[in-house]
């Protein structure tokens, strides 16, 4: 199916353990997004990645390690789950910004991860 | 650092009334703003964006914003609420040439017959 898929959409895990989520786009959009949404917080931008091979931080990268080795896929890793860690997760896409104008966020439907 | 500031966690309105979701921005340039919804259990989706030009914005679903920089606001509005409108909505705003958006802590529209 086209469009921006994240697996999987829900996931219960333990503090302590390693759990990774996936995101996977089919539009060949360069740049990748991971946020998280928490109650007052809004989203925040956890690290987003403008090419495959190149990643950077956003607001609240701790705990959390990406990579992309290929342009469509952008995983997000827990190495050590925390309690804090729950959250809605939000990967999304875009285009690179061209010229004036920012091109539009493509988001997918979230994962909602518990750490107990 | 830019940030956005959107008034009211809860905003309810009866079905038919207008609808008038406020955002407040802080940035040291001149910034792209957005305006996103969030449907239940779903991603968010993009209603309208301001990036140069008219500064009142249509969007989708008969929303339109306008952006004020004298007042930094760009608020969102539609004449005629819908039930079909209940959902939360999300302002943001980003720095010109940048990709990174940074969100309000949104604002639930509740809609009642």
């Known amino acids: 199916d086209a469009g921006i898929t994240q697996s999987p959409r829900y996931k219960i895990t333990e503090t302590g353990r390693q759990v990774t989520l996936m995101c996977h786009q089919t539009w060949s959009h360069s740049y990748m997004f991971w946020y998280r949404q928490d109650l007052g917080h809004g989203l925040r931008l956890i690290y987003y990645s403008a090419a495959a091979d190149i990643t950077d931080k956003g607001e609240v990268p701790d705990g959390y390690v990406v990579s992309r080795s290929k342009t469509e896929n952008f995983p997000l890793t827990l190495e050590s789950a925390t309690r804090s860690q729950t959250s809605v997760y939000f990967c999304?896409?875009?285009?690179?910004?061209?010229?004036?104008?920012?091109?539009?966020?493509?988001f997918g439907p979230g994962t909602r991860l518990l750490v107990l | 650092a830019q940030s956005v500031t959107q008034l009211g966690s809860h905003v309810s309105v009866s079905e038919g009334a207008l609808v008038l979701l406020r955002c407040n921005y802080s940035?040291?340039?001149?910034?792209?703003l957005f305006w996103y919804v969030q449907y239940p259990n779903q991603g968010l989706q993009l209603l309208l964006k301001y990036t140069t030009g008219a500064t009142l914005v249509k969007g989708i679903n008969g929303f339109e914003a306008e952006f004020k920089k004298s007042e930094t606001s760009f608020h969102l509005t539609k004449p005629s609420a819908h039930m079909s409108d209940a959902a939360e909505y999300f302002c943001a705003v980003s720095d010109r040439g940048f990709q990174k958006l940074v969100f309000g802590t949104g604002t639930r529209l509740l809609v009642s017959p």
């Open positions: 999304a896409s875009s285009e690179p910004p061209s010229g004036r104008f920012q091109e539009t966020q493509y």
């Open positions: 940035s040291s340039v001149p910034p792209y």
